[in-house]
């Protein structure tokens, strides 16, 4: 499977703590995205990093690409309960037709609590 | 508001019928993907298209097919229904078919087969 996988799980911090969560994949990506998922709704688009970048800042959210150990990072600084949703890292892969595709995680659920 | 409109949001059917998922991608976008989410398998690539042709297929399963007409709205069929064809599918658009760019999700079609 061409998919990162997210780590941990599940996570739960307090309101004003940050948050942080792995993604890690098994082959070369040109870029990897993350979305965020409130329960029941669409994938939400949250920031993408190319592979010749390192780190990439969004607002509170803080992105790092290791392609030397195929991991990224997100980093969300000052959690809100709004925060509060699973979030998905995905990375592009190549078929078997050659063609490119977007293959997602299972995701991190992260809870913050007020 | 993504822009991407999925309909039916819920879907009960029996085993053995057949169904069909609309999709109406973001205005100007040419390319619509269908995702599968199910608890145990995470977000599962089914099957893209660009511009009415199919530019891409990943773990769609024979029971189950899609198109993209004209007007770019999509269809994914589904037949000979499983219990364990459950799931959230979710239909993504963007302007053009490249990882380099962000999808777009629908709040999806919640299907539960009895």
């Known amino acids: 499977s061409q998919q990162g996988e997210e780590d941990p799980q599940a996570l739960s911090i307090q309101e004003g703590e940050n948050a942080t969560m792995n993604c890690s994949y098994k082959t070369s990506i040109n870029n990897l995205q993350w979305y965020r998922q409130n329960s029941g709704r669409g994938l939400v688009h949250l920031i993408l990093i190319r592979s010749n970048e390192r780190e990439k800042h969004s607002g509170r959210l803080r992105v790092t690409l290791d392609t030397s150990k195929k991991s990224s990072s997100l980093l969300i600084t000052a959690s809100r309960a709004a925060d509060t949703a699973s979030y998905f890292c995905?990375?592009?892969?190549?078929?078997?037709?050659?063609?490119?595709?977007?293959?997602f995680g299972t995701g991190t659920r992260l809870t913050v609590i007020p | 508001d993504s822009g991407v409109t999925q309909t039916p949001k819920h879907l009960i059917t029996a085993t053995g019928q057949r169904v069909t998922l609309r999709c109406s991608p973001r205005s100007g976008d040419l390319s619509v993907y269908w995702y599968q989410q199910s608890l145990d398998q995470g977000l599962q690539f089914l099957i893209q298209y660009y511009n009415g042709e199919e530019r891409a297929k990943g773990n769609i399963l024979e029971r189950f097919s899609a198109q993209q007409f004209p007007d770019l709205h999509s269809e994914l069929n589904l037949s000979s229904l499983e219990l364990g064809d459950s799931a959230l599918y979710f239909c993504?658009?963007?302007?053009?078919?490249?990882?380099?760019?962000?999808?777009?999700f629908g709040n999806g079609t919640r299907l539960t087969v009895t």
């Open positions: 993504a658009s963007s302007v053009v078919p490249s990882t380099n760019s962000p999808l777009h």
């Open positions: 995905a990375t592009d892969a190549q078929l078997e037709t050659g063609a490119n595709n977007l293959f």
